[in-house]
């Protein structure tokens, strides 16, 4: 399963109608439409560490620290600083999980970051952690997408990949050398003043897959050009896929015992899946894999759990058996990635993690914890599902707040001197005028089908699906 795909239709519903529809999902939202954006952003990074009562959500945030610990020191932190890391997440648990794997100045990316800054400043935080899927391809819509970046006027092709093989790969696989070139349409590298310093700052190594060249030039333009005194950790796919691992290795995890080793209760996930897909939440969440990608040379590919397998219809002879110890080695091997709700479940939903996210995630994210509230139930894990239950507006809207439509950020930051004047003139809007005409919305038909059915009363906000909102 999978979040659904970018909508190209035309507008279906007015900015008034998704504000609307919005506050009444997320009652905690509509007091903040005409007040500042830093007021807004400060809210979103005011959490306070919960005490869980279930052993499940205690050990699953030991295993986030951990895993917080080890991108820290594989991003080329100090040991101190990751352990700084890990105690700043478990004392104050806000993760980002908005853009998807995108150069820090690609528009969609870098104004959720702009935005976070506000957040994590609000509250004098050290670290800024996100986490961002790496299953993507290089193209979103024409020169749109993880592989493309306007500079100068023109969109320019990150890596000079030729258009037939971004077309058919997805950027996490290990398929390179990738190398930054920033090419035009002539395959010219950096042909304007803005590109050739750009590429400048961007490392000028090889690298094996376009995401892992993706993380490593956010890291170096960030210390260069965004925060010296907030730090940013990038979680991956991979990140991910080694912390489910570390669930795997332990017979005693929840995900280990329960999820992965009671197949019943993956099959009732499934199955609750399939259930929503009849109602007035058709579409929110596809069940495009089954908990887990294959990853092959090019493309991750979807499986099934068919018996006590995962299977690969693009590759029959490919197949994982459904238990804990072959799936912690398939992925340690780098042969399969968690989906979409693998991930959440072991960065947020187990842990108890606040997770950012845009006008997709707010809602098939409380979904995501519906489908999970069905496993945990099946397993009669009382205490777990308390836990769940007591948690404090988990998932937010923070990813496409501050919208600039048209924009070159990497010319707007050298126009203005940097990153704090516009910090400061962001901050000063109102959320209303910092979000725009909220196209991302207006144009997105599963958004005008909700506004409908909320206006029409087919969906309360205590729905037995929306409950788990933590709204």
Same mark, same amino acid.
């Given at each position: 399963?999978?979040?659904?795909?970018?909508?190209?239709?035309?507008?279906?519903?007015?900015?008034?109608?998704?504000?609307?529809?919005?506050?009444?999902?997320?009652?905690?939202?509509?007091?903040?439409?005409?007040?500042?954006?830093?007021?807004?952003?400060?809210?979103?990074?005011?959490?306070?560490?919960?005490?869980?009562?279930?052993?499940?959500?205690?050990?699953?945030?030991?295993?986030?620290?951990?895993?917080?610990?080890?991108?820290?020191?594989?991003?080329?932190?100090?040991?101190?600083?990751?352990?700084?890391?890990?105690?700043?997440?478990?004392?104050?648990?806000?993760?980002?999980?908005?853009?998807?794997?995108?150069?820090?100045?690609?528009?969609?990316?870098?104004?959720?970051?702009?935005?976070?800054?506000?957040?994590?400043?609000?509250?004098?935080?050290?670290?800024?952690?996100?986490?961002?899927?790496?299953?993507?391809?290089?193209?979103?819509?024409?020169?749109?997408?993880?592989?493309?970046?306007?500079?100068?006027?023109?969109?320019?092709?990150?890596?000079?990949?030729?258009?037939?093989?971004?077309?058919?790969?997805?950027?996490?696989?290990?398929?390179? /050398?990738?190398?930054? $070139?920033?090419?035009?349409?002539?395959?010219?590298?950096? *042909? =304007?003043?803005?590109? !050739?310093? &750009?590429?400048?700052?961007?490392?000028?190594?090889?690298?094996?897959?376009?995401?892992?060249?993706?993380?490593?030039?956010?890291?170096?333009?960030?210390?260069?050009?965004?925060?010296?005194?907030?730090?940013?950790?990038?979680?991956?796919?991979?990140?991910?896929?080694?912390?489910?691992?570390?669930?795997?290795?332990?017979?005693?995890?929840?995900?280990?015992?329960?999820?992965?080793?009671?197949?019943?209760?993956?099959?009732?996930?499934?199955?609750?899946?399939?259930?929503?897909?009849?109602?007035?939440?058709?579409?929110?969440?596809?069940?495009?894999?089954?908990?887990?990608?294959?990853?092959?040379?090019?493309?991750?590919?979807?499986?099934?759990?068919?018996?006590?397998?995962?299977?690969?219809?693009?590759?029959?002879?490919?197949?994982?058996?459904?238990? /804990?110890?072959?799936? $912690?080695?398939?992925?340690?091997?780098?042969?399969?990635? *968690? =989906?979409?709700?693998? !991930?959440? &479940?072991?960065?947020?939903?187990?842990?108890?993690?606040?997770?950012?996210?845009?006008?997709?995630?707010?809602?098939?994210?409380?979904?995501?914890?519906?489908?999970?509230?069905?496993?945990?139930?099946?397993?009669?894990?009382?205490?777990?599902?308390?836990?769940?239950?007591?948690?404090?507006?988990?998932?937010?809207?923070?990813?496409?707040?501050?919208?600039?439509?048209?924009?070159?950020?990497?010319?707007?930051?050298?126009?203005?001197?940097?990153?704090?004047?516009?910090?400061?003139?962001?901050?000063?809007?109102?959320?209303?005028?910092?979000?725009?005409?909220?196209?991302?919305?207006?144009?997105?038909?599963?958004?005008?089908?909700?506004?409908?059915?909320?206006?029409?009363?087919?969906?309360?906000?205590?729905?037995?699906?929306?409950?788990?909102?933590?709204?």
């Amino acid at each position: 399963m999978d979040k659904p795909s970018v909508s190209n239709s035309t507008s279906y519903c007015s900015p008034a109608d998704v504000r609307r529809s919005l506050s009444y999902l997320m009652p905690q939202l509509a007091p903040y439409w005409e007040r500042p954006l830093t007021a807004y952003a400060s809210k979103l990074y005011r959490v306070e560490h919960v005490s869980a009562e279930s052993a499940a959500r205690n050990y699953a945030r030991n295993l986030l620290r951990t895993c917080i610990e080890r991108a820290a020191r594989r991003s080329r932190y100090t040991e101190e600083e990751a352990r700084s890391a890990g105690r700043e997440l478990v004392a104050s648990p806000v993760l980002q999980t908005g853009p998807h794997c995108l150069l820090l100045f690609e528009p969609d990316a870098f104004y959720t970051h702009l935005f976070s800054m506000m957040g994590l400043m609000a509250h004098n935080r050290n670290w800024y952690i996100s986490y961002f899927a790496s299953t993507s391809g290089f193209s979103e819509r024409a020169k749109k997408g993880p592989g493309w970046l306007r500079v100068g006027g023109e969109p320019l092709n990150l890596f000079g990949v030729p258009r037939n093989r971004m077309d058919s790969s997805s950027i996490g696989c290990l398929n390179g /050398p990738y190398r930054y $070139a920033l090419t035009n349409a002539k395959g010219e590298s950096a *042909p =304007n003043a803005d590109a !050739a310093c &750009l590429l400048a700052n961007l490392p000028s190594a090889e690298f094996a897959s376009a995401a892992e060249a993706i993380k490593a030039g956010n890291r170096d333009l960030w210390r260069r050009t965004f925060s010296q005194s907030i730090r940013l950790l990038q979680l991956d796919d991979f990140d991910v896929a080694d912390l489910i691992a570390d669930h795997l290795e332990d017979p005693t995890s929840w995900i280990s015992s329960q999820f992965i080793g009671n197949r019943t209760i993956a099959n009732s996930i499934l199955t609750a899946l399939d259930d929503l897909q009849a109602g007035p939440w058709a579409g929110w969440i596809r069940r495009t894999t089954d908990f887990f990608w294959r990853i092959s040379e090019n493309r991750v590919t979807p499986l099934r759990l068919k018996g006590d397998a995962l299977i690969s219809d693009k590759a029959p002879a490919f197949s994982v058996r459904f238990r /804990p110890a072959a799936i $912690a080695t398939a992925l340690r091997n780098r042969l399969i990635l *968690p =989906n979409l709700l693998l !991930a959440f &479940l072991a960065i947020s939903i187990l842990p108890g993690v606040r997770v950012l996210g845009g006008f997709r995630q707010v809602v098939y994210y409380p979904l995501m914890r519906y489908l999970t509230s069905a496993g945990i139930q099946q397993a009669g894990n009382a205490d777990l599902l308390a836990d769940m239950v007591n948690d404090n507006q988990p998932g937010e809207w923070g990813h496409r707040v501050l919208r600039r439509a048209e924009s070159d950020p990497f010319h707007e930051v050298n126009v203005a001197g940097g990153i704090a004047p516009l910090l400061q003139a962001y901050g000063k809007l109102s959320l209303s005028d910092a979000s725009g005409d909220l196209t991302c919305f207006t144009e997105d038909c599963l958004w005008s089908r909700l506004a409908a059915n909320i206006a029409d009363g087919s969906i309360a906000s205590a729905s037995d699906e929306w409950r788990w909102s933590g709204s």
